[in-house]
């Protein structure tokens, strides 16, 4: 009998959670504040922005299913011991409800809803060199292999029905709660369609197919969400307080201080963005390699290098943010009301607390979602150049990167690469689509 | 094209513009009729957002984005301008109608040149190129006055002052030798000396045979430019009238209200009449009259069904008013309580400043070393007694704006003392003095609530007793406690004006420094502000620095005058005397500038712009414009020569005993 | 004009030094070079011995900025910041990992990265920019929308899979030009066809975006409200009037990155084949050669700043009120 698994809390688990908070705070804030509620009463009113949330709340789902982290306690270990032994394998809960997929793996290449592999090999008992069948894809078939197509046209209207059936209960759901709107509805039957052909599916096959060690390419795409959203959003995190900061403080204070900040982030800026991440990643690299000591598990590693591949992308992109608030800042100081707040003796702490930043936040909302997709293109390029994310962690870079190998092969393994680009598409075609509705409302000079 | 000689150059009809806002649909113009003959000067006259421009807009077909002509029609020479083809239509713009804007500081292409805008306009409607283009361009620009025109031709708008600006503006509109010229608030963004020189070009223009189209907020400038006026309110023309039987009795209640909150037409110190609430927004839907709800004369019919166009003579149909209270009596009934409140000076002066001075270095070269001072302000000395008013006068740029901030100590003065009850001031002093600023929009954070707007000023002194001091502050400028929770962009530019002074009043100051408060105010608007300080000076004792450029303003509330010019104060004293009988040749032309509502033109104009603080002519800055110039002018400034009674005058034509 | 540009190129010196100490912090005081020699020896079989020697074959055996041994001014040049960091400015880069000289290395390789670049830049400028003229001159309408819908689509796909995708159905299925590689002269031009299609296909969703924005932002200014009251037919509007004055934001993005391109591009040159400097800055890193990785950090931010100054002069030319100022 298993025991209880030990939760484990990586550090950017903690840096999402903590973000998601965040977020929530600010929302339930912005509800009180009248000019921020319109501005999202205006977003909620563009279909696109709602069909666009709707398909991002569904990767930040997953991303999250995938940062719930625990190590499963070993089975041989006595449930009632003192001290239980736990699995060095740190997994997820998406982990846990992919299980199937994550551990029916083939040997290596099969085309998606492949029975068979995509390379001859040799078999034991035969002479001759032929396309083995694959351990778990089609196995239910046995040897009716003529059956297979009317199999998935089954399995896909099962789903299809399944997928409806859910959106049912979902969208019952949501009516109780709020109101979604028609856009919402109608991505949210769509994606519950798709994923309902894919839970079928993939009951009996591969849906994307394996890779070259076998593993299940949906699989794989699902756990890149988690990486994606994690550069996406935690970067600019990162980022947001020094530019915050810097920015204000440069356009506020002006005199020697604008001065030294503007040549900060003019120098940062001038090196080449890419040879700073490379050159930073590479020292890093020395040194989470020199200290082995510091990481209990494998995990932890990839964690820490993930991390401080954020933080680097974070330091090498504030200065775009600061300049923006700086500028901004300068516009507002000579404002009348600031004007008025000092006729007063407000101190400039106050100032810049209560008058300047919050008529800047929409500025940093604004670069928080414009930044997303842009940091999400960036893993997978950083990534190929060899100074993305550790190689043992799954993202759209490390799957684009493996697959890039085999491009030369006759015939092509294209699955992988298109499940990747597929996958990173959807997201940031959402991501940038909401971001577009978002600066329209909150940008005062686009207003219409 | 032959046009009978009767046949108007441009008959509007039923003009109505529609724009799709959020909520609903605006309807900006709705339903405007009106004619304009030839070498005729016609004035739409009216409020913010009564729809006067976008009138304008819809007979040029130059709406904005959204926007569209929903029906009626405007005929031009025989053409008919909303269904005419897009190119016939780029003839009539520029060829048969001109057009100039309020802006001339914005309305320029930055980085083309002059000769080159004015040459684009020659060129599509005149066919002139090179030489020959160049030559009528340097005639335009003499034609519009303006100076030494070869060099001009290559400059960037950059180079040339506001007023200049305005003057190009009007030299490209007549590029295409156009029968009409349409005006929108040509000179609302200019000084008022430049105003008086704009006014004079348009008016040589009209003499010439032009037609003129002029819109304005401004009733002298009505009466010093029209032949006829149109009165317009939310959307709607309510009144038509020549000029001179407007100004002799308007007609609608609208129209003599509006005559009564000018502060010309209140005595001094009395109280001005207001219209009560705001326009109407342009997507209300109206059954009956338009001004009902603020008309105190409105009677049942009115409610029900708008009214017709009624003439006031039964066979004259010049004089024409919108509005079933007839006979329309309506001036016999503003009733102002003039109640004079004539404070006696109080002995010691509440703030004295002496010799201030507030510099600002130039910087220039590689090493950005200081090659020079901007002379904002340059040696200011007043005397303000507790409880009276004080009024700095003068146009852009003359730094009366930064002299009240360095009295406020908002910028640390270069030079010179300011004393509060004898009291030297060092630093910003919350709770003696407090400023009320010129935007009512750019002047309150929007991200804040009024009531935390307003407590920011209680916290400065008060202390644990904020909420009700908040309270008792909103009702003393006529705010409801139920505002406190809700947000400045909820309000008028009036409300938000009140909120500004509410905020400055929590710190309980007995100084307060208002920096052309009513300036961004349509002028019913204005004279509720206005009414407000003379009440809360009353109450409360208030002293007033004013800062302002409306000589009406300061007629009506001043009980002293300090006329300001490039950093220097020309003449001083009080306000009857300075108003009454000018000393300083500044402020004589300043005075002779301003348009009044008979209608007279000043008998000189003054020439020329503004210097530069940064570079003031030697002597007395005023000598190259003064027509009294000698050459002592240019060697050295003018000491102050004391006439009496604390009026004094920086100039040498000026003697102690000189009769005026 | 000359104070202003002669500040400009005084400010540039105390950016220079300072990236140079960053790199100089980031090279060799984050990690100690005997951190790196382990690294590069592989940590598990390495000897003090190895380290010193791999140390000496680069030159990082001698103090960091302080020789306290030698005497005069040696103290200070013989270090590794004297060697390795200062003596950048003279253009001096020292030897890569294989022996070669950096510098000779750089000027080899600087002209396939042009070929391609500067193509790539110029085409995809003119057609971003013609692209966002037409969106204006057709906004609000239905042809508007879908031109930005295509753009916020292309702005969402991956660099590499134009790169990737380009290559298979031009190269692969249609055989039309090479898949990849590199020759001289005229012979060249069909190596260059595809990078340089793919180029200025995978960026011109965002720059035509962005342009239409900047164009929009302009064409609602009062300014044009009179060009159209003047009669001006919206075509010349738009050409003289809108694009003469949208010409100074859009210099200050473009112009910047002009002296950039001959830092190539990494990825087009690496999975092209061209032998250009961002193919060799990518294997540097790679192979984890730092001397290399160093020299391009200097010489991308030294031709960085020679951007923003010629940004700064290109004002004078469009913007009369910074020319005649």
């Known amino acids: 009998m298993m025991g209880l698994p030990q939760p484990v809390l990586l550090w950017s688990d903690a840096l999402l959670f903590m973000l998601i908070a965040a977020v929530v705070a600010l929302a339930w804030w912005a509800r009180q504040q009248e000019p921020l509620r319109a501005a999202w009463a205006e977003v909620g009113r563009s279909p696109v922005a709602m069909a666009s949330a709707t398909i991002l709340a569904v990767f930040l789902l997953i991303g999250l299913l995938d940062s719930l982290h625990y190590r499963a306690r070993l089975a041989d270990s006595p449930a009632t011991s003192a001290a239980p032994q736990y699995s060095v394998e740190v997994s997820s809960a998406l982990d846990a409800l992919l299980t199937k997929l994550r551990t029916r793996s083939e040997k290596t290449y099969s085309a998606p809803l492949a029975t068979h592999l995509y390379a001859k090999e040799t078999a034991e008992n035969s002479p001759q060199r032929d396309f083995p069948r694959l351990k778990y894809g089609g196995a239910h078939l046995g040897e009716q292999l003529a059956r297979q197509d009317a199999d998935i046209a089954v399995r896909t209207l099962r789903g299809v029905a399944a997928g409806v059936l859910c959106w049912l209960l979902l969208h019952g759901l949501m009516r109780l709660i709020g109101r979604p709107t028609p856009a919402m509805s109608l991505t949210l039957l769509l994606i519950a369609m798709l994923g309902g052909i894919a839970v079928s599916l993939s009951a009996g096959y591969h849906v994307f197919g394996t890779d070259k060690v076998g593993q299940d390419v949906l699989y794989l795409s699902l756990k890149s969400v988690r990486t994606a959203l994690l550069i996406g959003t935690l970067t600019t995190l990162v980022m947001l307080p020094v530019a915050v900061l810097l920015g204000i403080l440069a356009g506020y204070a002006g005199g020697w201080i604008d001065d030294a900040i503007q040549y900060i982030y003019t120098t940062l800026n001038s090196i080449p963005g890419v040879l700073l991440i490379a050159a930073a990643v590479l020292m890093m690299q020395v040194v989470i390699d020199t200290h082995p000591d510091w990481f209990a598990t494998a995990a932890e590693r990839a964690d820490a290098r993930l991390l401080a591949l954020c933080l680097i992308l974070g330091m090498t992109s504030w200065t775009g943010v600061a300049r923006l608030l700086r500028g901004e800042t300068l516009k507002l100081r000579e404002l009348e009301f600031v004007q008025a707040a000092r006729a007063f003796g407000v101190s400039d702490w106050a100032i810049m607390r209560r008058h300047i930043l919050p008529n800047l936040m929409h500025i940093v909302l604004i670069a928080l979602v414009m930044d997303f997709s842009g940091l999400v293109l960036a893993e997978a390029v950083l990534s190929y150049v060899g100074v993305g994310v550790d190689p043992s962690t799954t993202s759209f870079g490390t799957m684009i990167n493996a697959a890039r190998m085999e491009l030369a092969r006759e015939p092509m393994v294209w699955w992988s690469l298109v499940a990747a680009f597929g996958f990173m598409f959807t997201l940031v075609l959402a991501a940038n689509l909401f971001a577009d509705v978002v600066r329209d409302a909150f940008d005062p000079r686009r207003a219409r | ?660 | 004009m000359l104070a202003y540009i002669v500040r400009r190129l005084l400010y540039a010196i105390p950016i220079l030094i300072g990236v140079n100490l960053i790199t100089f912090a980031l090279f060799f005081v984050v990690n100690t070079p005997d951190d790196m020699a382990r690294m590069q020896l592989g940590v598990k079989r390495v000897t003090p011995e190895a380290i010193q020697k791999w140390k000496a074959e680069r030159g990082y055996d001698r103090p960091l900025i302080w020789n306290a041994q030698a005497s005069g001014a040696d103290r200070l040049t013989a270090t590794i910041f004297f060697d390795k960091s200062v003596r950048m400015f003279a253009g001096d880069f020292g030897r890569a990992d294989d022996g070669r000289d950096i510098a000779r290395e750089i000027s080899l390789r600087m002209g396939p990265s042009l070929a391609i670049a500067v193509p790539t830049f110029v085409l995809g400028l003119l057609a971003a920019i013609s692209f966002a003229l037409l969106l204006v001159f057709f906004r609000a309408t239905a042809l508007d929308f879908a031109g930005v819908v295509l753009c916020v689509a292309m702005m969402s796909i991956s660099g590499l899979f134009y790169i990737i995708g380009g290559q298979w159905l031009v190269s692969k299925m249609w055989h039309l030009v090479p898949i990849s590689g590199y020759a001289g002269g005229f012979e060249g031009t069909r190596f260059l066809f595809l990078p340089v299609l793919i180029g200025v296909i995978g960026g011109i969703g965002g720059a035509t975006r962005w342009y239409r924005t900047i164009f929009l932002e302009e064409i609602s200014r009062d300014y044009v409200r009179t060009a159209r009251a003047k009669g001006l037919a919206e075509r010349v509007v738009l050409f003289r009037h809108v694009l003469g004055n949208a010409m100074i934001p859009i210099l200050t993005g473009a112009v910047v990155v002009i002296p950039s391109l001959f830092m190539g591009s990494l990825l087009t040159e690496s999975f092209f084949g061209i032998p250009g400097l961002g193919s060799y800055t990518i294997d540097a890193i790679n192979a984890q050669d730092f001397a290399v990785v160093r020299a391009m950090v200097f010489i991308g931010s030294v031709l960085y700043i020679v951007g923003l100054l010629a940004t700064d002069i290109s004002y004078t030319l469009v913007d009369p009120r910074v020319r005649l100022q």
């Open chain 2, 1 to 660: 094209m032959s046009v009978s000689m009767n046949a108007p150059l441009l008959s509007v009809r039923d003009l109505a513009v529609h724009l799709p806002v959020q909520g609903g649909m605006a309807r900006p113009v709705d339903g405007v009729s009106f004619d304009i003959a030839a070498g005729e000067c016609v004035a739409l006259l009216g409020e913010s957002g009564c729809g006067k421009s976008m009138t304008a807009l819809a007979i040029m077909r130059l709406l904005p984005a959204g926007a569209r002509i929903a029906g009626g029609t405007a005929e031009f020479e025989g053409r008919v301008l909303p269904t005419l083809p897009e190119a016939a239509m780029r003839e009539v713009r520029g060829g048969g109608i001109g057009m100039i804007f309020q802006e001339p500081g914005t309305s320029l292409n930055p980085v083309l040149s002059i000769g080159r805008q004015i040459g684009e306009a020659l060129e599509l409607h005149l066919g002139l190129r090179g030489e020959t283009a160049r030559k009528r361009a340097v005639e335009l620009l003499d034609q519009v006055g303006i100076p030494d025109p070869q060099r001009r031709l290559d400059e960037y708008p950059f180079q040339l002052s506001g007023g200049m600006k305005q003057r190009v503006m009007i030299a490209m509109a007549l590029a295409g030798q156009p029968r009409l010229l349409i005006a929108d608030e040509p000179t609302t963004a200019l000084d008022v000396t430049i105003q008086a020189q704009v006014l004079d070009l348009l008016d040589g223009l009209r003499r010439d045979g032009m037609a003129l189209l002029l819109i304005t907020h401004d009733l002298g400038v009505v009466a010093r430019m029209a032949d006829r006026v149109g009165v317009m309110y939310a959307g709607q023309l309510v009144e038509s009238a020549p000029r001179k039987t407007f100004f002799a009795a308007p007609a609608h209640p609208y129209s003599v209200r509006l005559f009564a909150a000018m502060p010309e037409t209140a005595g001094r110190g009395g109280r001005l009449a207001t219209i009560a609430g705001n326009v109407p927004a342009a997507t209300t839907l109206h059954r009956g009259c338009r001004f009902v709800e603020r008309c105190d004369r409105a009677l049942a019919a009115c409610h029900i069904a708008p009214p017709a166009w009624r003439n006031i003579e039964a066979r004259d149909s010049a004089h024409r008013v919108r509005c079933a209270v007839m006979p329309c009596d309506a001036a016999a009934t503003v009733k102002v309580d003039a109640q004079h409140t004539v404070v006696l000076s109080a002995p010691t002066p509440l703030l004295e400043v002496v010799d201030l001075k507030m510099h600002f270095p130039i910087r220039s070269g590689i090493l950005q070393r200081v090659v020079g001072q901007v002379r904002a302000v340059d040696g200011v000395s007043l005397n303000l007694a507790a409880g009276r008013t004080l009024a700095l006068v003068g146009e852009s740029g003359c730094g009366k704006t930064t002299a009240g901030k360095a009295i406020l100590q908002l910028l640390r003065p270069t030079a010179g003392s300011v004393r509060l009850a004898g009291d030297v001031v060092t630093g910003i002093r919350a709770d003696v003095m407090q400023m009320v600023f010129q935007d009512p929009f750019a002047s309150l954070n929007p991200r804040l609530r009024i009531g935390d707007i307003i407590a920011e000023g209680v916290r400065a002194t008060a202390g644990q007793r904020a909420p009700q001091r908040v309270a008792q502050i909103m009702g003393q400028v006529g705010l409801t406690d139920d505002m406190v929770h809700r947000y400045p962009h909820e309000f008028s530019g009036g409300q938000r004006q009140r909120i500004a002074i509410a905020r400055a009043l929590a710190a309980d100051p007995c100084l307060l420094i208002c920096d052309e408060p009513t300036s961004a105010l349509d002028v019913s608007v204005q004279a509720q502000i206005l009414n407000l300080l003379s009440d809360l000076q009353r109450q409360l004792g208030l002293a007033y620095l004013f800062i302002t450029h409306n000589i009406a303003v300061v007629d009506h509330l001043a009980h002293e005058v300090a006329v300001m010019y490039l950093g220097r104060i020309v003449e001083q004293g009080s306000t009857e005397a300075v108003l009454r009988d000018p000393r300083h040749p500044y402020t004589q032309a300043l005075l002779a500038a301003v348009p009044r509502l008979d209608g007279t033109r000043p008998e000189t104009v003054l020439a020329g712009d503004l210097p530069s603080p940064a570079n003031p002519p030697a002597g007395c800055h005023f000598h190259p414009r003064c027509p009294l110039a000698s050459a002592a002018c240019a060697g050295a400034y003018p000491p102050p020569v004391h006439l009496g009674d604390g009026h004094t005058v920086a100039c040498f034509a000026v003697t102690a005993h000189s009769p005026r």
